[in-house]
């Protein structure tokens, strides 16, 4: 024969106190685990706005190849979001997620500001301020002080490359 408890209090469920110990421990873990989740984040949004440039960069220069035509990419940098403009389409950078002023292009040694390159009908570079310098397009999430990670075209010939980091300083 079973017998039931007398008392009428259940002794199934969690206490008040289980519960409480449970949420603090989940907010601990969460307050140690977001700022490496928005880093992470941050990181993964600069790398998709990287190759994003990368990638418009080489068609216009292939395309200038391919029609024996000059091929202008432009950057406004300022707009909110920041967008490219190559062969008559506007994108935004970043899928619409980057802030104004996270992209730069400059010389490579820093001095020129630059808002539209040209590839000529040979896929060259043809932009007399850069002389024989090269090109850096610098994204940083957020601007300033975050993931920075660049295209770098090496020389007028347009040979590109990625980096990130302090490379890209």
């Not at 802030?99 to 000529?120: C, R, W, Y």
């Amino acid at each position: 024969m079973i017998r039931k408890s007398s008392s009428g209090h259940s002794t199934f469920g969690y206490t008040l106190i289980e519960m409480m110990t449970v949420l603090v421990i989940v907010g601990v873990l969460s307050a140690i685990a977001a700022p490496g989740w928005l880093s992470f984040m941050n990181s993964r949004r600069a790398n998709a706005a990287r190759d994003q440039v990368s990638q418009v960069l080489r068609q216009a220069q292939a395309q200038a190849l391919r029609t024996k035509q000059s091929q202008t990419v432009a950057f406004n940098v300022t707009a909110a979001p920041p967008t490219i403009t190559a062969l008559g389409v506007t994108d935004p950078i970043g899928n619409g997620q980057l802030e104004p002023n996270s992209v730069t292009l400059q010389a490579k040694n820093g001095a020129t500001n630059i808002s539209t390159l040209e590839f000529d009908t040979n896929g060259n570079l043809k932009n007399p301020a850069l002389d024989q310098q090269g090109l850096k397009i610098t994204v940083t999430v957020p601007p300033n002080t975050g993931a920075k990670r660049c295209v770098i075209v090496q020389t007028l010939l347009g040979a590109m490359r990625s980096a990130s980091g302090t490379d890209c300083n």
